[in-house]
């Protein structure tokens, strides 16, 4: 008799929950970030060789997709591409100024990719080599990352692959991919 009650209990429950945040790692927010923080997310041309951007004292994100920044990866000798999520608190996600400088001290080419939109975490300044760069969800027709994202790596590296934070180039060449910056 009691199991009667308990789903409609629950419905009841559920029927009344509200969420009003962000879920940040699941739609890209693009289109949000570039009202808020206009100035901020620049789409460089198509035809443009991303890895010659130089950083500028303003912070700047260069939207791009997976082929322009493998095009990088043909003109280094050896680089790594971290595959940044600004908001994430796992033990696989790293401070930017703390990945560039275990790459400095090998020096390795770092390139960082954000796997989504925080314009608050974007507009900082980092001290990196390189620019920071985004998927440009236009390109691949999609807000929701698990469609852009491997979308993006099969265009980077021939292989759709959605859960890896550190991509490793030797000579344009994928040698490996690992999650732990202990492992560069």
Known sequence: ????????VFLLCVSCISFKGELKGLYSYYKKTNELYPGLLVKPD???LVCGIAV???P????INGNQIRNCMVQSEHAILYFWSPLCLSEFCYAVNV???ECNKKNIDLYIVS??????????IYTTR?????????YYRSGLCDRYVPKFMA????????????????NSTVTRKFDRLEDL
């Not at 265009?155 to 030797?170: C, M, N, P, S």
Request: charged letters at 30%.
């Open 1 to 8: 008799m009691n199991r009667l009650y308990v789903l409609p």
């Open 46 to 48: 198509a035809n443009d």
């Open 56 to 58: 500028t004292e303003k």
């Open 60 to 63: 700047q994100v260069y939207i």
């Open 99 to 101: 990945v560039q400088r």
């Open 115 to 124: 796997e989504y939109y925080d314009g608050n975490t974007m507009q900082e």
């Open 130 to 138: 390189h620019p920071i760069f985004a998927i440009d969800t236009e």
């Open 155 to 170: 265009d980077l590296t021939g292989t759709a692959v959605r859960d890896v934070r550190f991509i490793e180039f030797k």
